[in-house]
């Protein structure tokens, strides 16, 4: 059984930093393209940050300079670092594991809020 289970959410004022990870079991994390997206109330979901199972990176302009997407594959965990938080990243975010090709998947967590507001 696939389980993608999102953490590290919460409450927190503009201009602060919060923490998530993305902890996975039931697939081979360490060749999992994976990504964390977001869908705020009333909006579309939308991509947010990639890592693909080579390491590489890739950030939606909104975040750029301000999130950073990392993966640790003993730990079949990945984690997305925000920092400079605003009101416009409020939003319910939700982890994604892909493998394209032979055998390909996609998966998803069932999300973590995340609320920036003083």
């Known amino acids: 059984q696939v389980q993608l289970v999102e953490s590290g959410g919460g409450l927190v004022q503009p201009g602060g930093s919060l923490r998530l990870s993305c902890a996975a079991s039931?697939?081979?994390?360490?060749?999992?393209?994976m990504a964390w997206y977001r869908q705020a109330p009333g909006k579309q979901r939308e991509l947010v940050a990639t890592?693909?199972?080579?390491?590489?990176?890739n950030y939606a302009d909104s975040v750029k300079g301000r999130f950073t997407i990392s993966r640790d594959n003993a730990k079949n965990t990945m984690y997305l670092q925000m920092n400079s938080l605003k009101p416009a990243d409020t939003a319910v975010y939700y982890c994604?594991?892909?493998?394209?090709?032979?055998?390909?998947?996609?998966?998803w967590g069932q999300g973590t809020q995340v609320t920036v507001s003083s």
């Open positions: 890592i693909t199972s080579r390491s590489s990176t």
């Open positions: 039931g697939i081979i994390f360490s060749i999992s393209d």
């Open positions: 994604n594991a892909r493998r394209y090709g032979f055998g390909a998947y996609n998966y």
